[in-house]
T-cell receptor, first 114, second 110 residues
């Protein structure tokens, strides 16, 4: 199993450009998440999905969009990139089995907006 | 605003000693508690989870939960240089949201 994979690993965008961060998991997890992590800070939840076709906003959704057409894929779309979106983006997945929700993280995408 | 608080550190501990990492949370309805380890430039990986009051041990790691005091801790016995990392506390709140603290940087001194 590859686990959670993310592409690209690094990207530099100009202000106003758009891009899609890809995330795929092969563990048949029902939940998937997108986080951003700024230097010296914890993880902030952007969007999450509880299953194919269902998505919901997290703590910091502005400037982002997501879709979940399959169990495996959960792409994150950045529209009109801004310097404030410079961050490391982590995708994660979990098989929710209350009360535990162990999340498995991808390697991250380091995004710089200039 | 539900919060998870951690001392940012760095916490410096001699090799072979016990490292103690602490976390407090604001939501009394929180259900599950997680400790993740994150090496510099890498993604977080789960060390332990705990959801009942008391201690839970796994090898050199012990998680402690006190729901009355809204406090969860992680003890690392016989600390090794490879334990040097940032430790993230995460809490599953009463409304099923998982909230991460900012992390504590741990430095094990050889």
């Amino acid at each position: 199993n590859a686990g959670v994979t993310q592409t690209p690993k690094f990207r530099i965008l100009k202000i106003g450009q758009s891009m899609t961060l890809q995330c795929t998991q092969d563990m048949n997890h029902n939940y998937m998440y997108w986080y951003r992590q700024d230097p010296g800070m914890g993880l902030k939840l952007i969007y999450y999905s509880v299953g194919a076709g269902i998505t919901d906003k997290g703590e910091v959704p502005n400037g982002y969009n997501v879709s979940r057409s399959t169990t495996e894929d959960f792409p994150l779309r950045l529209e009109l990139a801004a310097p404030s979106q410079t961050s490391v983006y982590f995708c994660a997945s979990s098989w929710v089995r209350p009360p535990t929700d162990t999340q498995y993280f991808g390697p991250g995408t380091r995004l710089t907006v200039l | 605003q539900k919060e998870v608080e951690q001392n940012s550190g760095p916490l410096s501990v001699p090799e072979g000693a016990i490292a103690s990492l602490n976390c407090t949370y604001s939501d009394r309805g929180s259900q599950s508690f997680f400790w993740y380890r994150q090496y510099s430039g890498k993604s977080p990986e789960l060390i332990m989870f705990i959801y009942s009051n008391g201690d839970k041990e796994d090898g050199r790691f012990t998680a402690q939960l006190n729901k009355a005091s809204q406090y969860v801790s992680l003890l690392i016995r016989d600390s090794q240089p490879s334990d040097s990392a940032t430790y993230l506390c995460a809490v599953k709140s009463g409304d099923d949201k998982i909230i991460f603290g900012k992390g504590t940087r741990l430095h094990i001194l050889p």
